[in-house]
Nanobody, 126 residues
């Protein structure tokens, strides 16, 4: 399994930006799919974005498309989630996840992932 540590959460006003990072360790990320999910209070965990480490193919939830960007850093074994034009409804705990599955649309399903970070809180005030 891959060990994952998220950083970068915080409090921001609506319209602002935050950048989340997820540092991976424990194995090479070649052939790995990675994703961001979020869970708001009283709601189920939902897909946000994913990326195939090899090749960089990405997918986004409709609710964040055009505002969020997922990317990878080969040197630091890290993925990022750049979040712009944040809205109060983006408030949630954001989780990074990894899987040996690299096919779409499987990467949009949380059941496909077997390694999870501890989560980082993102709060957007109105």
């Amino acid at each position: 399994q891959v060990q994952l540590v998220e950083t970068g959460g915080g409090l921001v006003q609506a319209g602002g930006s935050l950048r989340l990072s997820c540092a991976a360790s424990g194995r090479t990320l070649s052939g790995v799919g990675m994703g961001w999910f979020r869970q708001a209070p009283g709601k189920e965990r939902e897909f946000v974005a994913c990326i195939r480490w090899s090749g960089g193919m990405t997918s986004y939830a409709n609710s964040v498309k055009g505002r969020f960007t997922i990317s990878r850093d080969y040197v630091k074994n890290t993925i990022h989630l750049q979040m712009n034009s944040l809205k109060p409804e983006d408030t949630a705990v954001y989780y990074c996840a990894a899987t040996m599955i690299t096919s779409f649309p499987s990467l949009t399903q949380d059941s496909a992932y077997d390694s999870w970070g501890q989560g980082t809180q993102v709060t957007v005030s109105s």
